[in-house]
């Protein structure tokens, strides 16, 4: 029998990168009894192994809890939420299957960038919200000061703030409780037609499709014949069951739980995330509010480096874009790497993950450009493209503007160290939008940029200028002309499409310089001499050169008429310049590199 709405809690975790989400989830694991002593490892809820060794969440996890107070037993679904920008796809649907969220705030911290955003979007969607501050065994913890600051950056108040500690269980209780008393059950109709939402879905090579749902209305039965609205199409309901947090199989779940099914669907693409699911036999006719559509602003070129492996990248991208809407790919061609695919992603720490993913879990290698972002181009015939490519940029006579992505970067930074960020953001055509103390000594600066400079290392440097203190968050703020244009690196008089870069006519000849200098190093020295150069259409902005390894041929001419040597050093010369016209140069995977790194000396 589905349980009972009233004695049900749905709740997310949310918090800043490295606040300590995945160790509370621990703790609220061990204290419910869930998982045996043996069972127990730290970051339980991170399945991925690169989320275990970089200590990041990457995929939202959902468990079923059973939780006894006063004699009452409670079910309690929790989901761990991961906390990087570019993840937060995730903890918005996470938070679309909830009534309340557990926001936890670092007391040695204090409120980040992060902590900010995802208040907000927990905000959006109408949750009660439960301030936890952790940490606090920590000597440096100040519980007071950080409350402080939650009530006046946030906006919320953190007079009931539970102060507890993921790492030794102190207040794990107390948020148990306030979970219970201050989280509303969930509200539905259980003798209405079916209606669940889709807030996650992976594949499973036994299964099919699996998706994970929480019931609004009606009950979802074992064997029962169910529709997705936006598809149209039917399944049969295979398997139906929850993660408590082992998976365990169930027989129904009614309104308000949270669970997963299989129903022999192919592929997660049937499966799209924020679709309703009714009963196919007696359908509802009002689906639920959708999520909003994840759009990647990030696209890079993947090639394999031996082209035998490209049916394998095909198969090892739609395998990884099954279990990441948010993730897209498309078949590209370069002339310099041959066939491969233009990828779509949220970030670089997305594109990161991704490509590690790849390398690790499919055993591939691979070649990755210089990632681009999503320009809006006008051309003077008044058509409007979408260009992501920098070498399918029209030819610079046909153009009228171009639009660039702008973000709204906030950064939460201590102010020793203010001067340096807005210096940074200065230097990267940033335009101020605000500065607000948060505290004496916490500072939140705002600053409109281009999401082409934020993508050039420009975290690195903002954590190099604050010595690891600025955290920051950003948002698509919208499109913005700018004076743009597309440097191309020739080598041998050859372009190279994968080394194209679209920048700011103003920084395009410091760019091509630096560029070309950095592929100098990295190219090597051939047969004859080879010319590498930085051009703007067929203007040519900047150029080097790669000196010629030089056989000695003189070297067996003892004495005689000087005329013998010049005839061997004239024969050399014509033997390069034939080379020259026919030579081919290969291009190491450090050149492609060397436009992300650009700004390291």
Known sequence: MPHDPKFIRNFAIIAHIDHGKSTLADRILEVTGALSEREQRA????????????????????????YVQDGVEYQINLIDTPGHVDFNYEVSRSLQACEGAILVVDATQGVEAQTLANVYLAIENDLAIIPVLNKVDLPSAQPEEVARQIEQVV???????????GKTGIGVDKILEAVVARIPAPKGNPDAPLRALVFDSWYDPYRGAVVMVRVIDGVLKKGQRVRFMSTGRDYDVTDLGVFAPHPSALKDLGVGEVGFFAAAIKSVHETKIGDTITDGVHPSTDAL??????????????????????EMLRDALSKLNMNDSAFVFEPDTSEALGFGFRCGFLGLLHMEIIQERLEREHN?????????????????????RTVENPSRLPEVGLIDHIDEPIYRVTIHVPAAYVGAVLGLCQGRRGV???????????????????LGEVLFDFHDKLKSVSRGYASMDYELEGYQTADLVRVDM????????????????????????????????????????????AAIGAKVIARTNIRALRKDVTAKCYGGDISRKRKLLEK?????????????IELPQEAFLAILKIDET
Not at 572 to 584: A, E, I
């Open 43 to 66: 970051q339980f809820l991170d399945n991925l192994d690169i989320e275990r060794e970089r200590g990041i969440t990457i995929k939202a996890q959902t468990v079923r809890l059973p």
């Open 155 to 165: 906006g919320i108040d953190a007079t009931g703030a539970v102060q507890a500690s």
């Open 289 to 310: 509010p959708g999520f909003k559509e994840v759009k990647p602003m990030v696209f890079a070129g993947i090639f394999p480096t031996d082209s035998v492996e490209y």
């Open 364 to 384: 591939l290698d691979l070649i990755t450009t210089a990632p681009s972002v999503v320009y809006q181009v006008y051309l003077k015939t008044g058509e409007q």
């Open 432 to 450: 101020q939008k605000g500065i607000q103390y948060a505290a004496s000594d916490r500072v939140i600066i705002s600053y409109d940029l281009p």
């Open 490 to 533: 020739l080598v041998n008089g050859e372009p190279l499409d994968a080394l194209s870069v679209i920048i700011h006519r103003e920084n395009s000849a410091f760019r091509g310089r630096q560029l070309a200098s950095k592929l100098k190093d990295l190219i090597p020295r051939q047969q004859y001499e080879v010319a590498v150069q």
């Open 572 to 584: 050399q010369k014509d033997g390069k310049r034939r080379m020259k016209k026919v030579g081919r």
